[in-house]
Antibody, heavy 120, light 110 residues
Framework: QLQLQESGPGLVRPSETLSLTCTVS??????????WGWIRQPPGKGLEWLGN???????YYNPSLKSRLTISVESSKNQFSLNLTSVTATDTAVYYC????????????WGQGTLVTVSS | SVLTQPPSVSGAPGQRVTISCTGS?????????VHWYQQLPGTVPKLLIY???NRPSGVPERFSGSKSGTSASLAITGLQAEDEADFYC???????????FGTGTTVTVL
């Protein structure tokens, strides 16, 4: 059974870089049929797609975050990562990683999510 | 968000409720599939419907999806107390060149 687990700091200071890693277990990240994605959810608000990455390294970003966002993949570790620069309080959210179907781009399964708070 | 949902819908146990997801010619209207997620209070979103009207294994038959034109709908028949949750639609948008989620709908069982 495929599982995803986010890891990283729970507190980031304003203007710094938010870095998270998603570790995939129970299956390989090197799959032709799936992307690997990041989604976030500010407290009490809706879902926002951040970006997807293919095992080859091809990336697809939310245009509103593209200038600050980098998603990378490390196949040897079965991990993919997110770096979001110049964070502000509006970046405070639960960050989820998830597997995305290439065919229809639905997300399943999801990681349990990790709350990242941006505060000094 | 480019996909608009009603903020809330409610119904009595056993009733049928529907949640609309209104998009545009660059997403739903362009033929891209619509997917639905259920987020129970305090939990991770769970895939409920994929490819407009397909249920993953384990999802009850009382959940169904449909799509027409620039909109999609999720129907819950035989509403149960355990269905109280937030629901989100999702599609691809070729103008934004990325994934978009709906604004979300809270379902309340009266």
């Amino acid at each position: 059974q495929l599982q995803l687990q986010e890891s990283g700091p729970g507190l980031v200071r304003p203007s710094e870089t938010l870095s998270l890693t998603c570790t995939v277990s129970g299956g390989s990240i090197n799959t032709y049929n799936h992307y690997w994605g990041w989604i976030r959810q500010p407290p009490g608000k809706g879902l926002e797609w951040l970006g997807n990455i293919y095992y080859s390294g091809s990336t697809y970003y939310n245009p509103s975050l593209k200038s600050r966002l980098t998603i990378s993949v490390e196949s040897s570790k079965n991990q993919f990562s997110l770096n979001l620069t110049s964070v502000t309080a509006t970046d405070t959210a639960v960050y989820y990683c998830a597997r995305s179907s290439v065919r229809g781009m639905w997300f399943d399964p999801w990681g349990q999510g990790t709350l990242v708070t941006v505060s000094s | 968000s480019v996909l608009t949902q009603p903020p809330s819908v409610s119904g009595a146990p056993g009733q049928r409720v529907t949640i609309s997801c209104t998009g545009s010619s660059s997403n739903i209207g362009a033929g891209y599939d619509v997917h639905w997620y259920q987020q129970l209070p305090g939990t991770v979103p769970k895939l409920l419907i994929y490819g407009n009207n397909n249920r993953p294994s384990g999802v009850p038959e009382r959940f169904s999806g449909s799509k027409s034109g620039t909109s999609a709908s999720l129907a819950i028949t035989g509403l149960q107390a355990e269905d109280e949750a937030d629901f989100y639609c999702q599609a691809y948008d070729n103008s934004l060149r990325g994934v978009v989620f709906g604004t979300g709908t809270t379902v309340t069982v009266l």
